[in-house]
């Protein structure tokens, strides 16, 4: 077989294992943020289906796929139903650069970091119809937000991604993992320590994680751009946030703590717990804070993180060429 | 935006809708916050006109949970219609309960047994406490703060334990009784009080530290929704509202009812007026009762809890009254017109959130939807109480 065909097969297998990770990966997510949630607050969590409630993500799940889908009677059906379905499907391509051990990854592709970014990018598309097509007020509202903080938070993501790339000079995942050593103190989080602070709040902002979660802030807008799925619909775009978490989780520690770097034993055993860890804070920092309000979120990122990150690349642009 | 807005609903909706009349301006959106939004606490309805997220003009629509409250207290005797009393604010039932019999002892020209007073005092003041909890806990969650409704909640289960003792009911508490009250402390509910004033306390700095000087709270509630004193005189607002407005009105100060004038304690007042000065003088406001508990727990006389000779069907001699005290939202009051006989001829219930609320589509004006919401919650309105 030509190697064409090869690479195609690979690819479409390393699909159908994504997209069976990424649902198992959700279910696990329900649970633990259920969990994580339940004990900050005091309270147990789910503990009434199965021991400990483990089986409360599967009760959880099996509800959302029996709820009646319903279309609103205004809405524009095509729009609607497209934007969960848009919404969910660019996040499995996001994962076939990510290499998760030394030779653990679907495709070998040396612009990964653009890809990611790229497709990632395709989410507000999905956002964005979804509150159009529902026409309702709340989700327009919802998709209106959820462009704009999209749009003010790609660009640090991006400002915040760039030192990294200067520093290896390659947009491979891998071979910017290769080039941070295999100790805790020759990761880039060290070298790049704005660098980080910025994508990370980027990474909370693009996946509408509280304290960003205003396109769907239930207390202002009911549920933002979801106000009216139902079922799978919601199902959807639920998974594609957790999904969208897992991916910049892992962008996180491949680029800034080493990815599957680690002391005594390289591989994906290193690289897991560091995503798992990224997310705990994730969910920490959710049940935590308070929601930022609409123009003081636009506010951080054009007035702050947007001139730090520029700053932090002027400042790696500088010491590079006096280094070399 | 015609496609979503107003020309395929033209017609539709009901009589506010129908009849709202917006600002002259073309590019706007009419938006129903409510009946059915997670932030306005139950059927508040606030009709928003907005550019943006920038709202030009708001109006509440009330009376979704009206319940003709007043009307009910012309057909049922004193004795009869005093639990409802308890349903008008769920939050703060004491208070209402103790406007109501104050009102009816007022009439009838009735002296309250000492011990009595303190039971209501001291009950009145940890009912302040939970409702200031619940507000507290629910306003942070229309901030998009999860968490402290759950500790909010948990402080206030002991509470609910503490008053299901003495009054049978962990939520519409109607422990007063024209003359007295119904039951009498026992030496556990006092115990738990004590208990509960030592980790109520303990709890307060906590509080403080991870949410009063929290800096995304402090941004969300500083300098958003400024009321001056004019515009609360204006509108009859009353309670931690003025109180945050530089107004030092506190009923139990300043028509001293009871034996309140026994106890040391501050009214705090803020001169800022926005929804941080409303925030921090109900915090003060929960541990200043927790003062007064503490005082009144020391000095408890001994004695009777009913006056004597209290007819079962009162029947007070004709005339009018108004009988006012310091609710968890502001001054509760309850006039009632007597005509000597068994029922009340008229029964008016001054609620201090219906004043309050009138405060809102000024300060509403030119903010942000999320300002708004802000505000709401920091009036700390109950709807039930609103539309009686």
Not at chain 1, 39 to 50: A, L, S
Not at chain 1, 67 to 90: E, G, M, R
Request: hydrophobic residues 45%; contains cysteine; neutral net charge.
């Amino acid at each position: 077989m030509s190697e064409i065909t090869l690479n195609i097969i690979r690819i479409w297998a390393g699909l159908f294992i994504i997209l069976s990770f990424v649902s198992v990966n959700a279910i696990v997510l329900v649970y633990l943020e259920r969990k994580v949630a339940g004990h900050i607050q005091r309270r147990p969590g789910p503990f009434e289906v199965g021991p400990h409630g483990i089986l409360q993500p599967f009760a959880d799940a099996v509800k959302l796929l029996g709820k009646q889908l319903i279309t609103p009677c205004y809405a524009d059906a095509i729009l609607y139903w497209a934007a969960p379905i848009l919404s969910f499907a660019p996040v499995a391509v996001c994962f076939l650069p990510i290499p998760a051990g030394p030779d653990t990854r679907v495709m070998d592709i040396n612009v990964g970091v653009i890809l990611i970014l790229a497709f990632s990018g395709l989410n507000v598309l999905a956002l964005c119809l979804a509150g159009w097509g529902s026409q309702n007020k709340w989700s327009l509202l919802g998709a209106a937000r959820n462009i704009a903080q999209s749009v003010g938070y790609e660009i640090p993501l991006l400002l915040s991604v760039m030192p990294i790339l200067m520093l290896t000079g390659s947009l491979d995942l891998n071979t910017i993992t290769q080039n941070q050593g295999v100790w805790p103190w020759e990761w880039y989080v060290f070298k790049q320590p704005l660098a980080f602070i910025i994508f990370f709040v980027c990474a909370l902002a693009e996946t509408n994680r509280a304290p960003f979660d205003l396109p769907e802030a239930e207390s202002e807008l009911t549920a933002g751009f979801h106000t009216e799925y139902s079922g799978m619909g919601f199902g959807l775009f639920f998974m594609s946030e957790y999904t969208y978490m897992i991916v910049v989780c892992s962008m996180t520690a491949l680029l800034f703590l080493g990815g599957w770097q680690g002391p005594l034993a390289p591989g994906w055993w290193w690289f897991v717990p560091k995503v798992y860890g990224l997310l705990l804070i994730m969910m920490w920092i959710r049940w935590t804070f308070p929601r930022v309000r609409f123009d003081q979120l636009l506010n951080v990122s054009w007035k702050w993180l947007i001139p730090a990150s520029l700053l932090n690349l002027l400042a790696t642009a500088l010491v590079i060429s006096l280094c070399s | 935006m015609s496609l979503i807005g107003n020309d395929i609903l033209a017609g539709k909706g009901d009589f506010y809708s129908r009849n709202f009349q917006p600002t002259p301006r073309e590019d706007t959106l009419i938006l129903n916050m409510g009946p059915q939004h997670p932030s306005t606490h139950g059927v508040l309805r606030v009709m928003l006109e907005i550019d943006g997220e920038y709202i030009i003009r708001a109006e509440p629509v009330i009376g979704y949970v009206h319940r003709m409250q007043e009307k009910m207290g012309e057909r049922l005797d004193y004795n009869q219609y005093l639990p409802n009393m308890a349903r008008v604010d769920y939050l703060h039932p004491l208070a209402w309960n103790w406007a109501f019999v104050g009102a009816a002892e007022k009439l009838m020209g009735m002296q309250v047994p000492e011990r009595a007073e303190y039971i209501r005092i001291i009950t009145c003041e940890l009912n302040r406490i939970s409702s200031h909890l619940l507000w507290w806990g629910t306003y942070l969650l229309d901030l998009g703060a999860f968490t402290p409704i759950l500790y909010a909640f948990a402080d206030r289960e002991k509470l609910a334990d503490i008053l299901q003792r003495i009054t049978g009911s962990r939520l519409t508490f109607s422990l007063y009784q024209i003359g007295g009250c119904k039951a009498d402390m026992d030496d556990r509910f006092i115990r738990e009080t004590k208990e509960f004033i030592e980790y109520m306390r303990s709890r307060f700095p906590m509080y403080k530290d991870l949410v009063t000087d929290n800096l995304i709270l402090r941004k969300r509630v500083e300098g958003i929704g400024g009321i001056t004193r004019e515009e609360c005189r204006k509108y009859g607002a009353s309670g931690p509202v003025v109180r945050a407005s530089g107004i030092d009105y506190d009923v139990r100060r300043a028509e001293p009812y009871s034996v309140y004038d026994r106890f040391e304690f501050d009214c705090p007042v803020y001169e800022d007026g926005d929804a941080l000065a409303r925030y921090l003088v109900r915090m003060q406001e929960m541990e200043q009762s927790l003062k007064i508990i503490e005082q009144a727990l020391k000095q408890l006389p001994d004695g009777e809890i009913m006056a004597p000779k209290v007819p079962k069907k009162p029947k007070p001699p004709a005339g009018e009254v108004y009988h006012a005290v310091e609710g968890g939202r502001g001054k509760v009051g309850v006039c009632l017109i007597s005509d000597g006989s068994p029922v009340p001829y008229r029964v008016k219930l001054r609620s201090p959130s219906y004043s309050n609320l009138s405060l809102f589509p000024s300060i509403a004006g030119g903010t942000l939807l999320a300002d708004a919401i802000s505000i709401l919650g920091s009036l700390d309105l109950i709807v039930p109480e609103i539309d009686r």
